[in-house]
C-alpha cells in the first residue's frame, strides 16, 4: 500500500531498516544525506506492507524531471525494492509492483529502475536499454593556470554550489537529460568526487585510472566549450572517455562503445527514448 512518511514518524526508520537488511550500508547513506540537504523522506513516495505492524516490503518512487528530445517528461524511479528474508516468495512483490505501477501510470509519463536482476522486472513490462561511453579523440593542452579543486560537501559553501547548480543546470544533452533534480545527485557526490572549475563556473564529475579520462557529467548553467574543460582536468590522459551523451559539445561524429555498467537500467516497455546511442549519468543513478 501507498504510504506517506510525513504522516508516520516513525515510517523512515522502519523502512531504513529493512533496506538496510537487504542492501548494506544504505542507512547510513541516506542519514549522512539528510545532514547534507538531502531528504530520503521528502523525495521518496513509498509503496510498504506490514505484517503484526512491521514493515515487511518496500518498494520506492523517485520522481525525476527529463528533457528528451526537446519536451518534458516526468520520470518514476523505482527503487529500495526489497521483502525480509522470511517473506520472499509469497507474492508481496508481485503485489507492492502492481500497486506502484498503477501510481505511476495516474501520475508520470514512464517508469524506470537499476538492477542486476532484469528478468524480475520483464514480466511487469520493463526492457532493459543498452548504455554506451563515447570515446573522444582528443589531447587536452597543459595549462597550469586553471584552477580546480574538488568540493568538500561538510562546508556549507560547496554543499550550497553543488545542489544550485544541479537545480539550475542547463541540459547536459540534446537527446535525453536530467534536470532540477538535487537528492540523488548529494547523494552520490557524498562518496563520488565533484570537481569545480572556477573559471567556468562548471562542476565535472570525472575519474582518472590508468591515464585514462573517465567524464561521468559536466554540471553547467551555461553553455561551456568541452575543449575548455578538458584542458583543465585531462592533463595525464591518454584516452578519454565520455560517460554521457555527448551531442550538446560534439558536432562531429564521436565513437560509441557499449558501457560495462554495474546492473543496467530498465525502463517502461511503452515508453520510446527516441534515441540511438543512450547513457544515463552515473552521478544521478538510484
Known amino acids: 500500500m501507498k504510504a ?4 508516520e514518524p516513525n515510517l523512515y526508520n522502519e523502512c531504513m531498516l529493512l533496506m538496510d537488511s537487504c542492501f548494506p ?8 544525506g539528510k545532514m547534507h540537504n538531502a531528504h530520503w523522506d521528502k523525495s521518496s513516495t513509498p509503496f510498504i506492507m506490514r505484517q503484526n505492524h512491521e514493515v515487511i516490503a518496500h518498494l520506492g518512487i523517485l520522481p525525476f524531471e527529463f528533457i528528451i528530445q526537446e519536451k518534458h517528461y516526468q520520470g518514476a524511479a523505482l527503487h529500495g525494492i526489497c521483502t525480509k528474508q522470511e517473506f520472499r516468495r509469497k507474492g508481496l512483490f508481485r503485489q507492492l509492483m502492481q500497486e506502484a505501477l498503477e501510481y ?3 501520475h508520470f509519463y514512464f517508469a524506470f529502475m537499476f538492477t542486476d536482476k532484469p528478468y524480475l522486472y520483464e514480466q511487469f513490462g520493463f526492457k532493459a536499454v543498452k548504455e554506451y561511453d563515447f570515446i573522444y579523440d582528443y589531447t587536452p593542452q597543459n595549462n597550469q593556470n586553471n584552477k580546480v579543486r574538488m568540493l568538500d560537501l561538510d562546508d556549507s559553501r560547496d554543499l550550497a554550489l553543488l545542489q544550485s547548480h544541479y537545480q539550475n543546470r542547463i541540459p547536459l544533452s540534446k537527446a535525453v537529460s536530467i534536470i532540477n533534480e538535487t537528492t540523488v545527485a548529494t547523494l552520490n557526490a557524498l562518496h563520488m568526487p565533484v570537481y569545480y572549475l572556477e573559471d567556468y563556473d562548471v ?3 570525472y575519474q582518472m585510472k590508468d591515464h585514462i579520462l573517465y567524464v561521468k557529467d559536466i554540471i553547467a548553467i551555461k553553455p561551456c566549450d568541452l575543449n575548455s574543460i578538458l584542458n583543465c582536468i585531462g592533463n595525464d590522459a591518454t584516452k578519454i572517455i565520455l560517460q554521457f551523451i555527448p551531442d550538446r559539445f560534439l558536432t562531429l561524429l564521436f565513437n560509441p562503445v557499449e558501457a ?3 546492473g543496467c537500467i530498465m525502463i517502461s516497455q511503452d515508453f520510446d527514448l527516441k534515441c540511438d546511442y543512450f547513457r544515463y549519468p552515473e552521478p544521478q543513478r538510484c
Open 4 to 7: 506517506n512518511y510525513l504522516s
Open 260 to 262: 560495462l555498467t554495474d
Open 25 to 32: 550500508g544504505v542507512k547510513v547513506m541516506a542519514d549522512k
Open 203 to 205: 562542476l565535472v564529475v
Open 104 to 106: 505511476v501510470r495516474q
